[in-house]
């Protein structure tokens, strides 16, 4: 699979990654056509288990290449690691705060940003957008800084990613599809919505990719930025849903699980 990738230039494939990751969110979303729920067991533990993945993601694939980058470039090892983290942080922090969303399994009353009169649907579909952004600017950016060849940067630990990426998204399709389905939606409707959060993802890849290819300079800084990114997602929204309900624990033991796959599909495809 990786020779066969490595014959694209790096925003095709990163498009090629991230269609597949919107993939694995439709296919999450498409539970929908055969249930109205899930096991609310199952549902925090998955959730976890994408926080899991994320965390490790955004130090084994972004966050450790970016300081090798600066470090064989001579500057200081951890400047744009920290500048870049902290800047991916404060541009989710700014979205969260001009974009209506509401995080599940909260009533309307509770939807964060500005008043709006969007639908509950809408608002929901707008939260898991929210964590699809920095996922596919991950994956787009990783398949970028491969193209340099420094260090930790493959197209194996691109594709790594992107298999990661795509093993968390499944829950959140699920996320989306299934609660508006409980709530009366059609299944069409249901199915269509859960889909939509992870359209995002093909255009942040491609626009990571292209980002870093044009503009070298940035890359450990953009590295960086989606890794802080996904870690302020993480924090404010995946672990906090996984523990919302009475099964803390085992959401607990499903993020460990998610940072360990992540780890190996790193290392051993890295």
Not at 41 to 67: C, E, K, N, Q, R
Not at 231 to 255: C, H, K, L, M, Y
């Amino acid at each position: 699979m990786i020779d066969y990738i490595s014959q694209f230039n790096p925003i095709t494939q990163a498009l090629l990654a991230t269609l597949f990751t919107w993939g694995v969110t439709s296919l999450g979303a498409a539970i929908v056509v055969f249930t109205k729920r899930v096991s609310p067991l199952l549902m925090d533990t998955s959730l976890g288990f994408a926080g899991g993945v994320m965390i490790a993601a955004s130090y084994w694939s972004l966050l450790a290449p970016a300081i090798e980058m600066a470090e064989e470039a001579g500057s200081i090892p951890w400047l744009p690691a920290a500048v870049g983290f902290l800047g991916g942080a404060l541009f989710m922090r700014l979205i969260d705060m001009v974009l209506p969303h509401l995080h599940l399994g909260l009533p309307v009353s509770e939807a964060e940003g500005p008043k709006t009169s969007w639908q509950r649907s809408t608002l929901l579909v707008t939260a898991i957008t929210l964590h699809n952004i920095p996922e596919g600017l991950a994956v787009g950016v990783a398949f970028g800084a491969a193209a340099s060849g420094v260090g930790f940067a493959t197209v194996g630990a691109a594709v790594a990613l992107a298999i990661g990426i795509g093993l968390q998204n499944f829950p959140e399709g699920m996320a989306v599809s299934l609660p508006l389905r409980r709530e009366g939606m059609s299944r069409r409707k249901a199915l269509w919505y859960g889909q939509l959060s992870g359209m995002v993802e093909p255009v942040a890849g491609v626009v990571g990719a292209a980002a870093v290819m044009f503009f070298y300079p940035i890359l450990p800084y953009a590295l960086a930025f989606a890794a802080g990114a996904m870690i302020f997602v993480v924090i404010e929204e995946v672990i906090p849903e996984s523990q919302r309900g009475n099964n803390g624990d085992i959401a607990s033991i499903g993020t460990v699980l998610g940072f360990t796959t992540m780890m190996i599909l790193d290392v051993a495809l890295g």
